[in-house]
């Protein structure tokens, strides 16, 4: 009997069943692989202050990982024999249990003062370097073997990308949703352990099948399967499927570090950018159209001259609503649009681990570009509108051969050279550039009409109008960043020139007027009249001696400037880069407390360190952006403080925050270690907005209701009482939070 003859004796059912089979097993082995991901990076976010970058370190990891999976996944392919690839696997996936259950590899306690990027990657290598690794080349391998048995629909194998995608999809979407809010983190672990011995048999099962099978005897010299390899990828081909994928990958990391800035470095943040990623693929790797590619083409351009008009006019996200909406809106249909094309590219089922390891292998890069190289290049986020103009270039037409033919595209390029070279030699702004930026502003959505099927003219078109903005903010002398793995901070001069500000994201640090004389005062959230100001007075006067204050979260260093003779202050600060500002862009602490110590690395552990019961008061104000690092908010963080408090003292967290209603979290997980809160939102009357003397929202945390004194009712605290979940390292739930703020 041939080998086609022995295929079609095998009856329809079986084939079905088969297919179901390794459909569970790619759709189980995504999910495990993709509800790792935010489950293990928030197990690391208390040691790196809850930043934004350690997830855009993580994914580099997870996509390096990913290649080296697929790059596995091709060699048991294309070098062994069926039996011989399956054993191995099987060996690989049990060796991978050694590392259950998942947790944080010993020896890996406080990270260092710099460096932090490779002591992230070390910590995951260490951690969950071999699962992920065993997991990640599932996908391409269980492809492989099924497009092997030529069962079902083993002759189109690339249906099952989709489904493993769908269960990528449903791992990350239930996790703020559903996992985070109802588990905690020991529970989501054992589930995870549990799912991964499950995955072992099923891959079991299906290696057991593809060697029974009349297939698995065929000699597959070079390649998976004996028909259906076509020609072999060219050099163009391969820089195709590399272009495509680097693209999306790296403007989803770009994208998950602007949300996450400005509203939660949590899962919940992450996820979105990333599940979108994932829906991409599930929707482009179908036999038929399932959204018209033509229909993202026309809609591309306009989606994202918006978001580089939001970009250059540097606007804050007032709200989850529209402003968020645009920029994932954007990234979907760029990455449908840059998707569509791979899948449009793809190969003959006998080069699909190769396809799969290419395209892994963009991935990697476009991570690499954006989570590494860019926070290093750039003193701002630069890679941003450099990405929006790559991903004009993933359309249609856009070839090297139509650049040379098109002289305004040459025109565009020449003016963006000229610009950047005058932005590297400091020429000033001149009126000219602030009309050409109104004239290119007002001209974008021009250029997405009449010119969305020129992908030069527009790219160069985008870039220039943000370069623009940035050479003339450089250009007055007012405005400079500065960039660390913890942000992108931006030093800048209000436009009536009578105040200095330390901004992150959309949020003020620290305010100083300009040419002021005597001790600077205090200003933003921090001026006296302010619930901060308050907490500081009400300690003194019911101490009536010198105090001893800890203040987690350095800023401009504001707050210095409440040290009066005799105190002891000490801060707290993650960024090394933000204690390099505070002492030299503003006066406060060289003015103020010169002589106050900072120490540098995340308060959780920097405090437990310190002396105990050594200060009167601390004050926790560790936003970065209005991003508020959860672990600075739970029970275990709570006992940190309450140890480092002298008897009677008194914790003042800071949470205004535009996207989370945190008081409730506060008072609830006080209340659970046996403490009272009181808390106020003070609002700024206008004139003193004007004098840039913020609204803030505080709570004050005490063992004894006399810790409290003038903070009482009459002076706008209340106490705070809640029905929320205490949180603690093992639970917190971001969405409840926002929930709270929008719906209260």
């Given at each position: 009997m041939?080998?086609?003859d ?8 079986t084939?079905s ?14 999910a495990?692989?993709?509800?790792v ?14 930043s ?7 994914m ?20 062994l ?8 696997h ?10 259950l ?17 490779l ?23 269980l ?9 079902g ?16 999809f ?11 809010p ?14 991964f ?23 597959a ?16 081909a391969?820089a195709?499927w ?15 570090a ?8 949590a899962?919940?943040?992450w ?32 989606l ?5 008009l ?9 709200a ?56 290093h ?12 103009g ?54 974008l ?9 020129r ?7 985008m ?7 940035r050479v ?11 960039r ?13 020139g ?18 002021a ?5 205090p200003l933003?959230?921090?001026?006296a ?15 009536g ?7 987690v ?25 933000i ?5 030299t ?17 995340d ?18 104000d ?7 690092p ?16 002298a ?7 800071h ?14 997980t ?15 009357p ?23 004194r003038?903070?009482d ?7 705070l ?8 390292d ?15």
């Open positions: 041939s080998l086609a022995a295929r079609a004796s095998l009856p329809s059912s084939g069943w088969i297919t179901a089979v390794f459909g569970a097993a790619v759709f189980t082995s995504a495990l692989l993709f509800a991901q935010p489950l293990f990076a928030k197990m690391v976010l208390p040691r790196l202050g809850g934004p970058g350690v997830w855009s370190v993580a580099v990891f997870f996509q390096a990982m990913l290649l080296g999976g697929y790059a596995y996944a091709h060699v048991l392919t294309t070098c024999r069926p039996r011989a690839a399956v054993a191995v099987i060996a690989v996936l049990a060796a991978a249990t050694l590392a259950p998942l947790g944080m590899a010993a020896g890996w306690g406080r990270p260092p003062a710099s460096g932090e990027t002591w992230l990657i070390g910590l995951f290598t260490a951690s969950i370097g071999l699962p992920f690794f065993a997991l990640s080349a599932n996908g391409p391998l492809q492989a073997w099924f497009a092997r048995t030529q069962c629909q083993g002759r189109n194998p690339y249906w099952l990308y989709a489904a493993s995608n769908v269960g990528s449903l791992a990350l979407l239930s996790y703020p949703f559903l996992v985070e109802l588990t905690t983190l020991g529970l989501q672990v054992t589930a995870w352990s549990q799912g011995y499950l995955l072992i048999a099923l891959v079991a099962f299906c290696g057991a099948l593809l060697v029974q099978l009349p297939a698995a005897e065929a000699p010299p070079g390649g998976l399967i004996e028909t259906g390899a076509g020609a072999a990828p060219d050099f163009r391969i195709g590399v272009g495509f994928a680097f693209v999306p990958s790296a403007l989803m990391v770009a994208v998950t602007y949300l996450s800035t400005d509203v939660a470095a899962p919940f943040m996820v979105l950018p990333l599940g979108l990623f994932l829906l991409t693929f599930v929707l482009v790797f179908q036999d038929r159209e399932l959204v018209s590619h033509r229909f993202l083409l026309m809609l591309q351009p306009f994202l001259i918006m978001v580089v939001t970009l250059t006019a540097q606007t804050a996200i007032s989850l609503g529209p402003v968020v909406l645009l920029h994932l809106t954007a990234f979907f249909v760029t990455a449908m649009v840059c998707h569509g094309e791979l899948a449009r590219r793809r190969p003959a089922p006998g080069h699909l681990t190769a396809f799969y390891l290419w395209m892994s292998f963009g991935g990697m890069l476009g991570g690499i570009f954006t989570g590494l190289l860019a926070p290049l750039f003193s701002w986020v630069a890679e941003y509108p450099l990405l929006l790559l991903a004009v270039l993933c359309r249609p037409g856009a070839s090297w051969r139509a650049f040379k033919a098109d002289r305004i595209a040459q025109g565009l390029a020449a003016a963006g050279a000229a610009l950047v070279f005058a932005g590297l030699i400091g020429v000033p702004a001149w009126p000219i550039l602030a009309a050409a930026a109104v004239l290119l502003m007002r001209g959505l021009i250029g997405a009409i009449l010119w969305r099927n992908p030069f003219r527009l790219m160069l078109l870039l220039l109008a943000v370069g623009i903005m003339f903010d450089a250009g007055t002398g007012e405005t400079h960043t500065t660390s793995f913890f942000g992108v901070h931006r030093i800048s001069v209000t436009d009536d009578r105040f200095k500000q330390l901004a992150h994201g959309t949020t003020v640090h620290g305010i100083e007027r300009i040419a004389t005597g001790r600077p005062e933003s959230y921090y001026h009249a302010g619930p901060l100001g308050q907490a500081i007075a009400a300690t003194r006067e019911r101490l001696r010198p105090i001893r204050v800890a203040v979260g350095l800023g401009s260093g504001s707050l210095a400037c409440y040290a009066e003779p005799g105190d002891a202050w000490r801060f707290y600060e993650i960024d090394v880069e204690e390099r500002i505070a002492r862009e503003f006066s406060f602490l060289r003015q103020c407390a010169p002589e106050a110590p900072v120490v540098l690395g308060a959780r552990l920097t405090l437990a360190e310190g002396e105990q019961g050594a200060a009167d008061l601390i004050i926790i560790a936003f970065s952006s209005d991003s508020i959860s672990h600075l908010l739970t029970a275990e963080a709570l006992a940190v403080y309450r140890r480092k408090l008897p009677g003292g008194l914790v003042a967290l949470v205004s925050n535009r996207h989370m209603e945190l008081s409730p979290v506060v008072a609830a006080a209340a659970a270690q046996g403490l009272a809160a009181r808390g106020i939102a003070y609002v700024s206008p004139e003193a907005v004007e004098a840039k003397r913020f609204s803030a929202t505080v709570v004050v945390v005490a063992e004894q209701a006399d810790s409290f003038r903070l009712a009459a002076h706008g605290w209340q106490p009482r809640s029905d929320v979940r205490p949180w603690t093992d639970y917190s739930n971001i969405v409840g939070a926002i929930i709270g703020r929008y719906w209260r």
